[in-house]
């Protein structure tokens, strides 16, 4: 016995009542449709570590205090970066890749 190979699929077999598929998956549509509060029960609670709740203590003073940039001085930096007077010194940028180094060594 020999099969032609041609590279297509055989057909694929279809169920017997298709009708019945589609009534089921619009029943499952139909439960998805339902908000989520809904299907959470009502005792459900969540309580924070006081590691997240120190974190979220910290992220509110965050929020709340000045950024700390010192906007005088990036300002005097980009005036020096658009008129090409701004000098970069490649020795303190060296020097300070030394300390951070050997700080991380530690």
């Keep these: 016995m020999t099969h032609k190979i041609d590279g297509a699929l055989p057909p694929l077999a279809r169920p017997a009542d298709a009708a ?5 998956r619009a029943r499952a549509g ?4 339902q908000p989520v509060a ?6 459900d609670q969540m309580r924070l570590t ?9 992220e509110r ?3 709340a205090a000045p950024a700390g940039i ?11 970066l ?3 007077s701004y000098r970069v010194d490649p ?8 300390a951070l180094e050997t700080d991380l060594a530690r």
């Design 38 to 43: 809904a299907a959470s029960a009502a005792g």
């Design 61 to 63: 003073e965050l929020g």
């Design 30 to 33: 139909a439960e998805r449709e």
């Design 20 to 24: 019945a598929g589609t009534a089921a």
């Design 91 to 98: 020795q303190a940028i060296a020097e300070r890749m030394l």
């Design 70 to 80: 010192d906007v005088a001085k990036v300002n005097g930096i980009r005036a020096a």
């Design 82 to 84: 658009a008129d090409g």
């Design 50 to 58: 006081g590691d997240a709740a120190g974190l979220q203590a910290l």
